[in-house]
């Protein structure tokens, strides 16, 4: 049997080749940091990890995973309600929701589980949810495993979300998805609206904020944040792999009842074996560290406008915005591929995104600023933004 779907498979890769299509997996040989080391050998600044504080390799974040290795152990070797519970799961559960000021949380062991496990386990067929049309995959998959009603909303645009909150007028629950922030655009949401139509249609609000939480909001703590919502978005989920140390793991903030739930029925996090608790006490410390100063937040503001002035100057095309994802769009796949190539030539590691990560024509290379780089690090990518441009022109 397998050989007849080696071929069809065989056929597909290569029309994904020959549509430029194809992503390779570049291997670095360094932690991650602003400045890695490749397979190539050369060492190349890097411009698209979601290492937005630049906590990666925090020399605080590295000892505390030292340290609970040498305290806790290496793994759990079980799911959470069994015998997997540490005393620092429940640290930092209560941290998260101090911090995000939530009433309980919940870990997961990526985000992607986190929502995955979610809408199964709080709606049924009677419900219906309303999702942002470019809400991330996980978003997509744990909707779909729900038996909920599905009803979708440009992006967005709440005259649109509004539409389909009257078109789900008969559900027992309605529930608002949305991302925080859109991680292929840097766009963010309009929580304020978005809570507005929610109490007016009697909804709840949920939001993925794992491209917003340690870094967006007057106290980094995301854009219900931002938009002054906390009380108002009844349930958050997020990663502990982007800025809150980078490693792997997620969460669901939430109502009290909500979590008490998951904790009964989520299948993720009842299948899952626990956060590890290297992993655990390392997101412990980033948490410490967000909460103590501003520096690194105000430092990823200031490469994130310098970024986006200077390559709008140079007449790149940049989606608008402030947020530290930052997409120079190209078009065509094929051209971005290129690009970036050329970029890592010159030193400059990006990846080009193109479909079925962004729709089709709409291929880009989404440089991602960290607090990490230093100011000479961030002129140094658009220089070489500039050159790369004229070198494939030529």
């Not at 986006?308 to 094929?334: C, N, Q, Y």
Request: with cysteine; net charge negative.
């Amino acid at each position: 049997m397998f050989g007849r779907m080696r071929d069809d498979l065989t056929t597909t890769i290569g029309e994904i080749r020959d549509a430029g299509l194809y992503k390779s997996e570049r291997v670095i040989t360094s932690p991650q940091q602003s400045l890695i080391s490749v397979a190539t050998g050369n060492d190349v600044l890097n411009f698209c990890a979601n290492n937005y504080l630049g906590l990666s390799d925090h020399p605080e974040v590295v000892a505390a995973a030292k340290e609970a290795l040498d305290r806790w152990g290496f793994g759990l070797s079980s799911v959470r309600f069994i015998c997997g519970t540490q005393q620092i799961h429940k640290d930092l559960e209560g941290a998260l929701s101090n911090f995000l000021g939530t009433e309980d949380t919940i870990l997961y062991s990526s985000c992607f589980d986190a929502n995955g496990g979610l809408f199964e386990t709080l709606l049924g067929a009677d419900d219906a949810i309303i999702s942002d049309e470019l809400n991330h995959a996980s978003i997509i998959d744990g909707v779909r495993l729900s038996k909920a009603r599905r009803y979708r909303y440009k992006n967005r645009d709440m005259a649109d979300l509004e539409a389909q909150l009257k078109d789900a007028a008969d559900a027992r629950y309605r529930l608002i998805a949305t991302d925080g922030v859109f991680s292929m655009d840097g766009y963010v949401a309009p929580l304020d609206e978005i809570c507005d139509l929610a109490e007016r249609y009697d909804a709840l609000v949920m939001v993925d904020d794992s491209h917003a939480v340690g870094f967006v909001g007057p106290d980094g703590a995301g854009t219900p944040s931002l938009f002054g919502v906390k009380d108002r978005v009844d349930i958050v989920t997020g990663t502990l792999g982007k800025a809150l140390g980078g490693a792997s793991g997620g969460y669901v903030s939430a109502r009290r009842e909500i979590v008490e739930l998951l904790r009964q029925r989520s299948r993720p996090y009842l299948f899952s074996n626990s956060l590890a608790p290297s992993v655990t006490a390392a997101s412990l410390k980033a948490l410490e560290l967000i909460g103590t100063s501003s520096d690194l937040r105000d430092k990823l503001a200031a490469n994130t406008a310098l970024f986006r002035t200077k390559m709008t100057e140079a007449g790149f095309d940049v989606l608008p915005g402030d947020h530290p994802i930052s997409p120079v769009m190209i078009g065509d796949a094929a051209e971005a591929g290129r690009l970036a190539d050329k970029l890592l030539d010159l030193g400059i590691y990006v990846i080009g995104f193109s479909y079925p990560v962004v729709p089709q024509g709409k291929a880009r290379i989404r440089v991602q600023l960290s607090a990490a780089h230093s100011t000479e690090d961030v002129e140094r990518a658009i220089a070489a933004f500039i050159e790369a441009r004229a070198a494939l022109a030529g």
